[in-house]
């Protein structure tokens, strides 16, 4: 298996409080990808990075920031959590044109 | 990204070949068609991908038509731990693969 952990795999947190969601990976790939997956949904992207301190936005960044200040760690952080922010989030890490490894996820959890 | 058409459950019996189909037909002459499945809850996993070759590796094959509209992933023997939600999704060429992923098949392999 690729080496990516994602930490905390699991959290519960209350509306308005930060939150920071982290992936690392031990593969020195270059991209880095966070997803959020929701009952109905596929996995929808969030941000990606492609490359230490590159990154842009996904299909649903509204409520979510990133950062990626080196190779191996790529942030995600929910800077006011809402309880719609509830869900199971993803971290994939690819090559250039090659396929995704994804974490384990971490399921998160917002009264 | 094409998007992708795919029937919502399948069964298959244990030892049989499993064929997943999946509609594509606005893929462009530079997209790709990826295949992923994801067991309960787990991350994603990478299984296969082609452009226009049929392609065949040790988890699965790969069948695309000639006009590139429409392709099946073949699993020849499945067995039960190969059910899962089997997502097709048509990818542009190029750095940061962003994934678009559909709701996928909910592929149930049964004694």
């Known amino acids: 298996d690729a080496g990516i952990t994602q930490s905390p795999r699991h959290k519960v947190t209350e509306t308005g409080t930060p939150v920071t969601l982290r992936c690392h990976q031990t593969e020195n790939h270059r991209y880095m990808y966070w997803y959020r997956q929701d009952p109905g949904h596929g996995l929808r992207l969030i941000h990606y990075s492609y490359g230490v301190k590159d990154t842009d936005k996904g299909e649903v960044s509204d409520g979510y920031s990133v950062s990626r200040s080196k190779t191996e760690d790529f942030l995600l952080t929910l800077e006011s959590a809402t309880s719609s922010q509830t869900s199971v989030y993803f971290c994939?890490?690819?090559?250039?044109?090659?396929?995704?490894?994804f974490g384990p996820g971490t399921r998160l959890t917002v009264l | 990204d094409a998007k992708t058409t795919q029937p919502p459950s399948m069964d298959c019996a244990e030892g049989r070949a499993a064929n997943l189909p999946c509609n594509h037909s606005t893929i462009s002459g530079n997209e790709y068609v990826y295949w992923y499945r994801q067991i309960h809850s787990q991350g994603p996993q990478y299984i296969i991908h082609g452009l226009k070759n049929n392609e065949t590796n040790e988890m699965a094959s790969l069948i695309i038509t000639e006009d590139r509209k429409s392709s099946t992933l073949i699993l020849p023997h499945a067995t039960l731990r190969d059910t899962a939600v089997y997502y097709c999704?048509?990818?542009?060429?190029?750095?940061?693969?962003?994934?678009?992923f559909g709701t996928g098949t909910q592929l149930k392999v049964e004694l």
């Open positions: 994939a890490i690819s090559q250039q044109d090659n396929e995704q490894f």
């Open positions: 999704i048509a990818q542009g060429a190029g750095g940061g693969n962003k994934l678009t």
